[in-house]
């Protein structure tokens, strides 16, 4: 039997069935902030570019994606 749906059913299915990002882009930059600090790499605004990252996003999410390392990168000991 054939069935037919209707364009917003088909539009609905699409956005219930679309990949959700997990992490934020301030997360994303805070793991190449700790990558590049555990591989003896300095962190600035030029190395951040040279990931990929343009200049922009780097001035609005640096404060945040910094704060997020820091706490990542800190150990508790008992």
Excluded at 24 to 40: H, I, K, N, V, Y
Excluded at 47 to 75: C, D, F, M
């Amino acid at each position: 039997m054939i069935r037919y749906i209707s364009n917003k059913q088909a539009v609905a299915a699409k956005i219930v069935a679309a990949p959700k990002c997990i992490r934020t882009l301030e997360e994303r930059m805070a793991d190449d902030m700790r990558e590049m600090a555990f591989a003896g790499q300095n962190v600035s605004v030029e190395t951040l570019i040279e990931r990929g990252w343009t200049k922009n996003t780097v001035h609005r999410l640096a404060r945040a994606a910094t704060a997020i390392a820091r706490r990542q990168s800190t150990r508790q000991v008992a």
